[in-house]
């Protein structure tokens, strides 16, 4: 099983940023998608989620600025940001998650940076 992330990067503040998270060798559809990310000295927090069906949930602090969205015909999820600001900067990482098997898999993270 693999997760890859791409497109983090550099951005300023204001900004925007499309991360997408590819995954291989799962059955895409019966497992819950979500983004989390690791800022420097906190904890791994949940950024958004989204069922196999399109549910989603967010975070208080991304509400209205991040959209989490998937392909299940290309097996990918993305995560849409808008307004970044500073407080945004972390590792963000891929999570599949099936709470029925028990099971979860993580991709390597992508950082994302937001800075003038």
């Known amino acids: 099983v693999q997760l890859v992330e791409s497109g983090g990067g550099l951005v300023q503040p204001g900004g925007s940023l499309r991360l997408s998270c590819a995954t291989s060798?799962?059955?895409?559809?019966?497992?819950?998608m979500g983004w989390y990310r690791q800022a420097p000295g906190k904890q791994r927090e949940l950024v958004a989620v989204?069922?196999?069906?399109?549910?989603?949930n967010y975070a208080d602090s991304v509400k209205g600025r991040f959209t989490i969205s998937r392909d299940n015909a290309k097996n990918t999820v993305y995560l849409e940001m808008n307004s970044l600001s500073s407080e945004d900067t972390a590792v963000y990482s891929c999570?599949?998650?099936?709470?029925?098997?028990?099971?979860?898999?993580w991709g390597q993270g992508t950082q994302v940076t937001v800075s003038s």
């Open positions: 989204i069922t196999w069906d399109g549910n989603t």
């Open positions: 999570n599949a998650h099936n709470s029925r098997l028990n099971i979860d898999y």
């Open positions: 060798g799962l059955i895409f559809t019966i497992y819950e």
